[in-house]
């Protein structure tokens, strides 16, 4: 079975950074297209930032020019540099996988961002 588990959550001050981190296993994790999505209280689940099996990536508008999408094959890694945090980025954030029609989805890492 398939394992994802985000780090790197927590509480930070407006403009500050964070670095979230998805550590894949029992997968091909090269073959996979790799994502983040977060998920406000009382809002619908939203894409975040994507990175394909060959390397492009895709962001929601909200986040372009602030976060950083990237992976490292060989660590079996997926990371979301994060930068000039707001107030409304605050949410849950879930790491996803995509190959062939298959999703999967780790239990998620809280990120705040509140003076």
């Known amino acids: 079975q398939v394992q994802l588990v985000e780090s790197g959550g927590g509480l930070v001050q407006p403009g500050g950074s964070l670095r979230l981190s998805c550590a894949a296993s029992?997968?091909?994790?090269?073959?996979?297209?790799m994502g983040w999505y977060r998920q406000a209280p009382g809002k619908q689940r939203e894409l975040v930032a994507t990175i394909t099996n060959g390397g492009s990536t895709n962001y929601v508008d909200s986040v372009k020019d602030r976060f950083t999408i990237s992976r490292d094959n060989a660590k079996n890694t997926v990371l979301l540099q994060m930068n000039s945090l707001k107030p409304e980025d605050t949410a849950v954030y879930y790491c996803h996988a995509e190959f062939s029609a298959k999703q999967y989805w780790g239990p998620g890492t809280q990120v705040t961002v509140s003076s």
């Open positions: 029992r997968m091909f994790f090269s073959m996979y297209s």
